[in-house]
């Protein structure tokens, strides 16, 4: 066997490897699609696709400059909202909402219309900034019969 042909091989074990772990990653999660609505001009709305993304989640985004409009049409409170828009599995998805929560909300699937991190907390999921301290959080469950804190991060880890 010649040695091309080993680091070949070896090459093409490992590419096997490496798409047995994360193929069926994702479909074994069952991730669904995550469609976000954005402002065009949004960078740390872009940083929040970009957490979504490498948490396995597959994204859709729209940006118009008309982004209340799909706040309004999904029922999202003026106090919960933040901004940028997500729609995953029949659930909203407003704001800096990190991938973890998004996962317990899909796991657990609560009567709720979404989930909501009001404002931009810093040190959330697109709202890092480097010398600054993480804030702590509420993730807010929202839906016809209330709202509750679903859970506590600092930053962008579980409080």
Same mark, same amino acid.
């Given at each position: ?5 080993? +680091?070949?091989?070896? %090459?093409?074990?490992? $590419? ?21 609505? &954005?402002?065009?001009? +949004?960078?740390? +709305?872009? $940083?929040?696709?970009?957490?979504? &993304? ?5 994204? %859709?985004?729209?940006?118009? *400059?008309?982004?209340?409009?799909? &706040? ?6 003026? %106090?919960? /909202? ?5 729609? /995953?599995?029949? =659930? ?5 909402? *990190? ?7 899909? !796991?657990?699937?609560?009567? !709720?219309?979404?989930? %909501?991190? *009001? ?5 959330? *999921? ?10 702590? =959080? ?12 679903? !859970?506590? =991060? ?6």
């Amino acid at each position: 066997m010649s040695n091309a042909f080993a +680091c070949t091989r070896r %090459a093409f074990v490992a $590419g096997l490897a490496g798409a047995a772990v994360a193929g069926p990653l994702r479909a074994v999660e069952g991730l669904p699609k995550v469609t976000v609505t &954005k402002d065009p001009s +949004c960078g740390c +709305c872009s $940083g929040w696709v970009d957490h979504l &993304k490498q948490a396995g989640f597959l994204l %859709a985004v729209i940006e118009t *400059p008309e982004f209340n409009r799909v &706040k309004t049409r999904l029922g999202v409170p003026k %106090a919960l /909202a933040a901004c940028h828009t997500g729609e /995953a599995a029949g =659930y909203v998805i407003e704001g800096h909402v *990190p991938a973890m929560a998004i996962r317990r909300l899909l !796991a657990e699937k609560p009567q !709720a219309t979404g989930l %909501a991190v *009001p404002g931009m907390p810093v040190g959330s *999921p697109g709202m890092e900034v480097e010398s600054m301290e993480p804030d702590t =959080y509420d993730v807010v469950l929202f839906g016809p019969s209330g709202q509750r804190t679903f !859970a506590r =991060y600092r930053g962008g880890q579980e409080a």
